[in-house]
């Protein structure tokens, strides 16, 4: 690895010089300049930095980052599995015990000891654009994350807060289906009662609903949710409300909890959670979701990238796989090198799990 240093990259802003590393998430309203990974199961690790200067846009050839050769992915939930867990969730919608739950799989293929997310990075900014693309190093940490994430979790700005859920993708926007829209509004909905529980009553608003976003290779439906933190109120809160994220949980939140640990074969790690920046000193911060997010597993030297789709009970399990093949497909092509980008994904119907 060319440079080890602690890094992070987010917002147009270059961090370095590590001061400390916490999973207080008070800290995050302390001081300073703050990365923050926030894991779906729950951990928490927030670096504060000392130095910023701005990025640089990345060249669009000379790249340093060799990826994996795209045969040696291989996925936590093949085809069957995926699909079999289509079925169930539709079950337990029929039961009364869930209205919408997000079924994921996690892809893996071996990595170089000398890869550099750094690398893979740069080359994400030049062929991916992203608009809450950011990445955070530190080797000594266990934390190596690069996040082409479509979406906002958690944008604040003093006490106002903003949430940006996606629901409902397709390679274009006449692909999206009225069980997509529905699905957004379920999430919204969720959202609103998150946000609900530390703003201000009265204050949570949807100045959106719905409205078609264009990314590379597909298009989503993405709402905006917002409201006015309560006095008192901290990230501490705001995270404990809305944490994990709506739009890759499910409603109601803790049944679809329940139905994914038990569905899911492989633990997400910081895909599906957040990823970002906190200006404490400003009282603003910026997460993601982070979905379209690879990270490195040393101790398996694997590269890892999450993948999944909502699951209501208008789905249809064939068309869900399509859909995590979709949204997997470009960034895997870009992961492994190829200089072109398919159209079909590269992933393919891999069978057994990912090494844990």
């Known amino acids: 690895m060319k440079d080890p240093q602690p890094l992070a990259r987010f917002g147009g802003r270059v961090m370095s010089g590590l001061l400390d590393v916490t999973s207080d998430p008070e800290a995050l309203d302390s001081h300073g300049l703050w990365a923050v990974v926030a894991g779906f199961e729950g951990q928490l690790t927030c670096a504060r930095f000392r130095d910023v200067r701005p990025q640089r846009r990345s060249a669009a050839s000379g790249f340093r980052w060799h990826g994996p050769r795209p045969d040696l992915w291989t996925t936590s939930l093949d085809r069957a599995g995926y699909t079999a867990g289509v079925r169930r969730i539709r079950e337990h919608i029929a039961a009364g015990e869930v209205y919408q739950a997000n079924l994921c799989r996690v892809l893996s293929a071996p990595v170089a000891s000398d890869a550099d997310l750094e690398d893979l990075a740069d080359l994400l900014a030049a062929r991916h654009w992203a608009p809450y693309a950011g990445m955070i190093r530190l080797p000594e940490h266990g934390v190596e994350v690069v996040s082409a994430s479509p979406e906002l979790f958690l944008r604040r700005t003093g006490r106002v807060v903003e949430s940006g859920p996606i629901k409902g993708t397709g390679r274009t926007e006449a692909d999206l289906l009225e069980k997509d829209h529905a699905e957004n509004v379920m999430i919204v909905d969720l959202v609103r009662n998150d946000l609900g529980r530390v703003c201000a009553t009265g204050s949570v608003t949807v100045p959106?609903?719905?409205?078609?976003?264009?990314?590379?290779?597909?298009?989503?439906?993405?709402?905006?949710?917002?409201g006015e933190l309560r006095d008192g109120t901290g990230w501490a809160e705001l995270l404990g409300a809305a944490f994990p994220p709506g739009s890759v949980t499910g409603a109601p939140k803790p049944s679809a909890l329940r139905i994914i640990e038990?569905?899911?074969t492989a633990p997400r790690g910081p895909y599906c959670g957040g990823v970002g920046w906190v200006d404490a000193d400003r009282r603003t911060g910026e997460l993601a979701v982070g979905i379209r997010t690879f990270w490195i597993d040393r101790a398996h030297s694997r590269l890892r990238f999450g993948t999944g789709a909502g699951i209501t009970w208008g789905s249809d399990p064939e068309r869900e796989w399509e859909e995590t093949e979709l949204k997997a497909a470009r960034l895997l092509a870009i992961a492994s090198g190829g200089a072109s980008i398919p159209d079909r994904p590269v992933a393919g119907e891999e069978t057994g799990h990912v090494p844990m």
């Open 208 to 226: 959106e609903l719905c409205a078609v976003e264009k990314h590379p290779g597909l298009v989503h439906l993405v709402s905006t949710v917002s």
């Open 262 to 264: 038990a569905l899911e």
